[in-house]
């Protein structure tokens, strides 16, 4: 395997590239196309707890948007509840592919990939 193209793979190159990806899961776990498929149950798990944590930090930014990051000390303890959840859910069997390709380096969460702006990308596409 060549060593470049795994790391082209393996990593996301923009918060905006890494926001499609989350969407686009989004998306899938609204369609309900995959419900069957064991590992759903876990991305379904994964993006509720990103998400939760993604509206904590927006109503805690309120006009200030350096506190939206998880890298700022107030929002410690999000980062830790983050920290935790993903080491939990990566030991789940059936999500570790789905883990291992797209949330492993899933260590912030920038505003392009809040909820709020899936709504409105959503409700764009539907005006």
């Not at 776990?29 to 419900?35: K, Q, S, T, Y």
């Not at 920290?83 to 999500?95: A, G």
């Amino acid at each position: 395997m060549n060593p470049q193209w795994k790391e082209e793979f393996d990593q996301f190159k923009s918060a905006d590239e890494k926001a499609v990806v989350f969407h686009a899961f989004r998306a899938a776990v609204e369609a309900e196309l995959f419900d069957e498929r064991p590992e759903m149950v876990q991305v379904k798990r994964y993006i509720e707890m990103r998400d939760m944590i993604a509206t904590e930090l927006e109503r805690r930014g309120g006009r200030n948007k350096d506190f939206e990051l998880l890298s700022v000390p107030q929002n410690n303890d999000l980062k830790e509840l983050w920290l935790r959840f993903r080491l939990e859910i990566r030991q789940v069997d059936d999500f570790i592919g789905i883990y291992t390709r797209y949330f492993e380096h899933d260590n912030s969460i920038s505003r392009a990939s809040w909820p709020t702006s899936w709504m409105i990308q959503k409700y764009q596409k539907v005006a």
